[in-house]
């Protein structure tokens, strides 16, 4: 059995719905689909989450709603029109949409998650209403009703263990299932969203609760390529690469399959094929357990990911201070951050921080509050800082990879910040500046995969 994602690239209007049924049709294996929420039909165009989250601060603000609203109840309109669906057919989803602002939430968080989950909520209806109008019995399955069950961050929820107990015993006919994505229910009922990207979380979930035998993951690309096709001028594409490497690669900026979806794949061992909705017939790139790979190239990819942010702190025989990185743990803890590296030296240390989670005053009042504690000889916030993924389970047993990603480099007076290379050794990752960023993953991509690099 196969469970079948679509991205909001492939669900975006009613020719893409089209695509997703005839793919549906194509192979009787394909018997659970999960929605993402329309997506952008075209260059400029605004994703249905985006819309809803537009929606969700205009009700917060107690301002005028009613544009958006129709904003927002059009895109689902026109894919019911194409299908020559009913106002009938169309109402639940109208009332759905209305009911959002005077729904009852815990806080603005909360409604927030509602709001933006309502796109792969609706989406999954309207799907499965599209599916049985044209012929395929299919059921919409809840996440309530499935028993998605995720942790109490509103919108950056993580899955529960017993998620995996309840779908177990969802009950299975000869319906096709549709799940909407991208959320769950906290066990006291409230709606949770996964981070943005995050409807791929869910089919990995799915997947490996109703142990699927493969993870399709349809989107509008043609694969898997070894450095993003927006910085790269038609980049190589990858074949077949192992969990890990997709791991690392989509952490650092490969959006194309969402990080943590990487899970639940690996707990289920099952294999996930990223495919093109646009062309389905051509293979696209198959993730596999690393006993199931044998790697033909030294680097698999090279991403980048601008949204960090580092903090650079100096203090002479830091590394003889009993307690030191303890109390600095404390002060992040105070502002509730999490960190994502940290690497050092004797007398300093860098980390990493993931930008996203800071405004102007928490940055500004942590440092205040290091130096105050920590009394270190120099403390400096670095706000662009980027970080490089060189990946490939090809590097493990090789000599001589690093001075191969750091010539080019040189060459093109790129600055490194910091080196790390990862226990497991099938990645690299630099520091450098967000200004150099996609020179820095050009260059490298063109030593390990241009036969005449420039
Ligand atoms: N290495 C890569 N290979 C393929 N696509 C990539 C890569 N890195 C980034 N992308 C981007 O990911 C996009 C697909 O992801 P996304 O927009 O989330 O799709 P969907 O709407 O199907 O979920 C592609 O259009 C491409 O621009
Ligand atoms: N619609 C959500 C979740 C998602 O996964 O979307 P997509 O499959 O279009 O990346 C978002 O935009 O974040």
New binding site residues.
């Given amino acids: 059995m196969k469970v079948v994602k ?5 669900l975006a209007d009613g020719p893409q719905f089209e695509k997703v049924i005839s793919i549906m049709k194509a192979d009787s294996q394909r018997r659970v689909i999960i929605t ?1 929420a329309p ?1 952008k039909r075209h260059e400029g165009d605004i994703k249905v989450t985006d819309l809803l989250i537009k929606y969700a601060e205009l009700t917060i603000k107690h301002a005028d709603t009613g544009e958006i609203f129709n904003q927002i109840f059009a895109r689902y309109q026109s894919i019911g029109n194409y299908f020559n669906l009913d106002d009938k057919a169309l109402a639940p989803i109208k009332q759905a949409l209305r009911k959002l602002p005077t729904t009852q939430y815990p806080d603005n968080e909360y409604l927030m998650a509602a709001f933006k989950a309502h796109g792969e909520r609706l989406n999954a209806r309207l799907m499965a209403t599209v599916m049985n109008h044209v012929g395929i019995t299919a059921r919409f399955v809840d996440p309530k009703v499935a028993g998605i069950i995720v942790s109490d961050e509103p919108n950056n929820a993580t899955v529960l263990p017993e998620t995996y107990e309840n779908l177990a015993q969802l009950p299975v006919d000869n319906s096709v299932l549709v799940f909407p994505g991208f959320f769950g229910f906290t066990p006291e009922g409230q709606i949770a969203t996964f981070s943005r ?1 995050g ?2 979380i869910t089919g990995a979930i799915v997947a490996r609760g109703l142990h699927a035998d493969l993870y399709e993951n ?4 043609n ?8 910085l790269v001028d038609h ?1 190589i594409a990858i074949p077949r690469m192992t969990y890990r490497e997709m791991r690392e ?1 989509s952490y650092a ?4 399959f969402h990080d943590e979806a990487i899970i639940p794949a690996i707990q289920g061992q099952i294999p996930i094929n990223v495919k093109n909705t646009n062309r389905p017939n051509l293979p696209g790139t198959l993730i596999v357990p690393e006993k199931d790979f044998q790697p033909t190239q030294t680097i698999t ?1 090279v ?1 980048s990911s601008t949204r960090f942010a580092a903090l650079y702190i100096h203090r002479y025989l830091l590394n003889k201070e009993v307690g030191f990185t303890l109390k600095l743990l404390q002060v992040f803890k105070k502002y509730n951050v999490s960190y994502e590296h940290m690497p050092s030296g004797i007398d300093d240390l860098t980390v990493i921080f993931d930008r996203t989670q800071f405004d102007e005053d928490t940055v500004h009042n942590m440092c205040h509050d290091i130096r105050e504690v920590l009394k270190p000889d120099t403390l400096e916030w670095i706000d662009d800082y980027a970080i490089i993924m060189v990946v490939g389970e090809g590097m493990r047993n090789k000599v001589g990879v690093i001075e191969q990603i750091i010539r080019p480099l040189v060459q093109h007076n790129i600055g490194v910040h910091m080196i790390n290379q990862g226990a497991s050794r099938i990645s690299i990752m630099l520091g450098t500046r967000r200004a150099d960023a996609e020179a820095a993953v050009k260059s490298i991509y063109d030593a390990f995969f241009s036969p005449d690099p420039v």
């Fill in positions: 679509f991205g909001g690239s492939s993402s997506g990207g409807s791929d349809f989107t509008d690309v694969a898997i390529y070894a450095a993003n096709p927006k980049p690669l900026g490969f959006s194309v990819g991403a």
